[in-house]
C-alpha cells in the first residue's frame, strides 16, 4: 500500500465515521495551539505522570477538556521557566 493509498482510506474513515477517535483526534490537530500543547506533553510524558495521563487520555478518546488544555498550557510554561529561567533580550536598534 503506497501513501496515497494510505491517505485516502484514513479520510475515507474519517468521512464515513465521525464521531470516531480518529475524526476527533483529526479535528483537534487542525488547532496549531491545541497541536502544540499536545507535542509539548508527549515530550513531557517520560517523566511526568500528568503529561503522560493527559497524552493517554487523548489517545482514548481523541480529545482533552478545555480545563486539560489549560492545566497543559500552565504545566508547559512553568516547565519553561524552570529550565530556563533568565530571558537575555538585546536591542539591536540602540
Same mark, same amino acid.
Given at each position: 500500500?503506497?501513501?496515497?493509498?494510505?491517505?485516502?482510506?484514513?479520510?475515507?474513515?474519517?468521512?464515513? !465515521?465521525?464521531? $470516531? *477517535?480518529?475524526?476527533?483526534? #483529526? &479535528? @483537534?490537530?487542525?488547532?496549531? +495551539?491545541?497541536?502544540?500543547?499536545?507535542?509539548?506533553?508527549?515530550?513531557?510524558?517520560?517523566?511526568?505522570? !500528568?503529561?503522560? $495521563? *493527559?497524552?493517554?487520555?487523548? #489517545? &482514548? @478518546?481523541?480529545?482533552?477538556? +478545555?480545563?486539560?488544555?489549560?492545566?497543559?498550557?500552565?504545566?508547559?510554561?512553568?516547565?519553561?521557566?524552570?529550565?530556563?529561567?533568565?530571558?537575555?533580550?538585546?536591542?539591536?536598534?540602540?
Amino acid at each position: 500500500m503506497n501513501i496515497d493509498t494510505a491517505m485516502f482510506m484514513r479520510q475515507e474513515k474519517i468521512r464515513r !465515521f465521525p464521531n $470516531s *477517535v480518529l475524526a476527533k483526534q #483529526d &479535528r @483537534f490537530f487542525k488547532d496549531a +495551539e491545541k497541536r502544540a500543547i499536545l507535542f509539548g506533553l508527549q515530550e513531557e510524558k517520560h517523566w511526568s505522570s !500528568f503529561a503522560a $495521563s *493527559v497524552c493517554s487520555q487523548f #489517545d &482514548r @478518546f481523541g480529545s482533552i477538556s +478545555e480545563g486539560q488544555l489549560f492545566a497543559a498550557k500552565n504545566f508547559l510554561a512553568d516547565l519553561e521557566k524552570k529550565r530556563f529561567p533568565l530571558k537575555i533580550t538585546v536591542d539591536l536598534d540602540q
